[in-house]
């Protein structure tokens, strides 16, 4: 007999789940941190009883397809249990088949997760995060590190306050810290980071946190334009104790409701908050922020995710050509795909880097990238063009761009290879920027986010 793995148990589950929606009644498979799975019914309208023969041979059924993914009560009826809306109304819950005319009920997926939840989950309705806001932020990720995101964060911010714009860099790679370093000298770091902000808040002791500095090191800036800094870290004051590790593992929490009347805090509202902080600090010390650079931690992690697909408005994926990094945004356009009203939003938000690129001896290698970032996207977020598609005028029309639109978001911007910035050591070496190579390395990167960044503010406030 074949062994049922985690994959093929849920799998099953769907299966089942969908068979059991097809009657009428709606259903929310529920999946716990060790992969174990249960089938909810709700039957308010119509209760079931525990022992009836309905029930009894869906459980049968159903712990035999999933063994040993199989929780201990594997099918429940909404009717028997405690407080039922935890799980049917959960804000949580990600709908895998939306109700049919014909009576089929919503099937409806819960997933108890440590990380990853945030990469297709509903956007958060704080209105305190305005679109306004979430338009003004560049979000700079690549799915592995060490691809220069931190340099190229740096150098775009530079750049950008070179032309007279107010610029707020966020240090959201926690974990490792690193354009901070690129930015400001260790003294002149403010006392506390997003880290700190995290915490506090918990508890409701956000206010007059220091959160942010105006960068004094970036050469090369005349006119209006400011560089803000944002780091993960805060600078301790006065020998006063900073457990950094402490408060990292104890940020990343989702928080219940505090009382009657209020909601509960997700991590992504929790992480919007503290960077709208940072702008409203900015905004009180000079003026509000034209752009908003957040530097995003590498591989699959909930700031990557709310970063990515909640709090930003233009997302540059980094992107070197080899099947490891192409394997990894396959996974994630996937991920987003199974949330086709998601998608179709992201979608139009990504722009690929070429990074560290290496153009010499093959002027074709951009091309490639190109191909390869095209595949990525067609096969999961790109709508199928199909030839009925040209004869349905009153339909939207697919969302599908040509191989060769230089403005699609498989359209690579390429910043070149240089060795001058392996190993480099900014705080011995502050005249980096001024380096002949990145002007020539970045000039593409530069002139094109120049073009996609929002336009400066026509007012300071």
């Not at 260790?186 to 915490?199: K, M, Q, R, S, T």
């Amino acid at each position: 007999m074949k062994t049922t793995r985690f994959d093929t148990a849920w799998e099953a589950a769907l299966r089942l789940a969908g068979q059991t929606a097809a009657s009428g009644p709606d259903v929310v498979l529920v999946r716990d941190l060790l992969g174990r799975i249960s089938l909810l019914v709700d039957d308010r309208d119509d209760p079931l009883t525990a022992d009836s023969a309905e029930l009894t041979a869906l459980r049968e059924e159903f712990s035999a397809a999933i063994q040993p993914f199989v929780s201990g009560e594997s099918v429940q009826a909404a009717s028997a249990m405690f407080a039922p809306e935890m799980f049917l109304d959960s804000t949580e819950l990600v709908v895998h088949s939306e109700r049919q005319p014909g009576g089929a009920g919503q099937v409806g997926v819960l997933e108890r997760t440590v990380v990853g939840a945030d990469w297709s989950r509903d956007l958060d309705t704080d209105t305190s995060h305005s679109t306004e806001r979430r338009d003004r932020r560049v979000a700079l990720y690549g799915f592995k590190g060490g691809v220069g995101r931190s340099t190229a964060t740096a150098i775009l911010a530079r750049h950008l306050a070179s032309r007279d714009y107010c610029v707020l860099v966020v240090d959201l790679d926690l974990e490792s810290p690193g354009v901070s370093s690129l930015l400001e000298n260790p003294a002149g770091l403010p006392a506390h980071g997003i880290v700190d902000h995290l915490v506090e808040a918990a508890v409701g002791n956000e206010a007059d946190l220091d959160l942010v500095t105006r960068s004094s090191v970036l050469p090369g800036i005349e006119g209006i334009g400011e560089v803000w800094l944002a780091p993960a870290i805060g600078k301790a004051r006065d020998g006063e104790p900073y457990d950094y590790l402490a408060k990292l593992n104890r940020i990343y929490s989702d928080l219940p409701a505090t009382g009657p009347g209020s909601q509960p805090r997700s991590f992504c509202t929790r992480l919007g908050n503290a960077i709208e902080a940072c702008e409203d600090l900015v905004a009180e010390r000079s003026r509000r922020p034209d752009v908003v650079l957040l530097d995003s931690r590498a591989g699959i992690h909930d700031i990557a995710a709310v970063t990515l697909t909640q709090l930003s408005g233009l997302a540059l994926l980094f992107a070197v050509n080899n099947p490891s990094t192409w394997e990894g945004y396959g996974m994630l356009f996937k991920q987003w795909a199974k949330r086709p009203d998601r998608a179709s939003e992201l979608r139009t938000r990504l722009r690929i880097v070429a990074a560290m690129f290496h153009s010499a001896g093959d002027a074709k290698r951009l091309d490639a990238l190109r191909d390869q970032a095209y595949e990525a996207l067609s096969t999961s977020l790109y709508d199928e063009v199909r030839v009925e598609d040209e004869f349905a005028p009153d339909a939207p029309a697919p969302y599908h761009p040509a191989p060769l639109d230089g403005e699609a978001p498989h359209a690579p911007i390429p910043i070149l290879f240089g060795n001058d910035l392996v190993g480099l050591d900014p705080h011995r070496s502050r005249d980096w920027l001024e380096l002949p190579f990145i002007e020539a390395a970045y000039a593409r990167f530069l002139t094109t986010l120049a073009r996609l960044v929002p336009k400066r503010r026509t007012d300071t406030a």
